[in-house]
């Protein structure tokens, strides 16, 4: 990789690290859009998987003490079936419906009525949570909006939220990193070298938004994710309609 866009790695998961720390997700969807613009799909799934795995890895040890370890172990059962499935499936995306999944995904927050999705903390909702998260996760790169929806009607309050969601999709892009890397081409180096660079900003970036999270009341930290994800939302899905059209 060139210098110039090692640079732009490094600011990118910087700014994006930190937004995902504030808010818990949309930190995902911007840097997605910018890493596979200017990389390969494959290529970009596992330099987002390395970056946000550490992200949420960190803020999860940053707020472990409010991570509900209970949905957690249920998630993971999801998680594994929905690796085994595209295990065998053996699907990749193109550039189109990466930015048009990017697009869709915060609308399901809106579109699906809360009432008929399980919630992470009720009977088999951490499981059903697992397997469409990560079914997503391989599909768009991303699923913060998406994983919301099963902590819509959480009692949980702000911090409990970002912690657990943190832990559940730390897991979710080391499963999408381990599953996109036996398919990434390049200059193995120079990748490894991005890699180093994503984890260290991730970390930066991280620390850092816990003083602003902090700081945040719950119904601000509610309202404007909303409103983020759907701006973030409605830009992709103009440009992966665009970008499809244009073949």
Known sequence: MQTGLLAVLALSVLGTSFLSGVFGMA??????????A?????????????????SNGWRAILWRRNVDFRIFGRYILGLLAAGLLFSFVGFV?????????????????????????????SRWGAEVCGF?????????????????????????????VVATKAACQTV?????LIY????????SGAEEV???IAVVMAITGTTLSKFVLEKLTDSQFRRWTKGLVMTIGVVYLVQGIY????R
Not at 39 to 51: E, F, I, K, N, Y
Not at 93 to 119: C, E, H, N
Not at 143 to 158: C, H, K, Q, T, Y
Not at 172 to 176: C, G, I, P, Y
């Open 27 to 36: 930190g995902g969807m911007v840097l997605m859009g910018i890493l596979i």
């Open 132 to 160: 469409v998260n990560v079914s997503m996760q391989f599909i768009a790169g991303v699923s913060g909006p998406l994983l919301d929806i099963f902590f819509v009607r959480s009692e949980m309050d702000r911090r409990s």
């Open 194 to 196: 991005a890699m180093v």
């Open 93 to 121: 995306p193109d550039r189109a419906m990466v930015l048009i999944s990017l697009g869709i995904v915060p609308f399901f927050a809106v579109l699906v009525p809360a009432r008929y999705v399980l919630q992470a903390s």
């Open 172 to 176: 979710s892009h080391l499963a999408k």
């Open 180 to 187: 996109f890397a036996q398919l990434m081409q390049g200059d």
């Open 243 to 246: 970008v499809l059209a244009t």
């Open 38 to 54: 200017v990389v390969p799909v494959s290529t970009a799934m596992v330099l987002h998987g390395t970056a946000q795995m550490t």
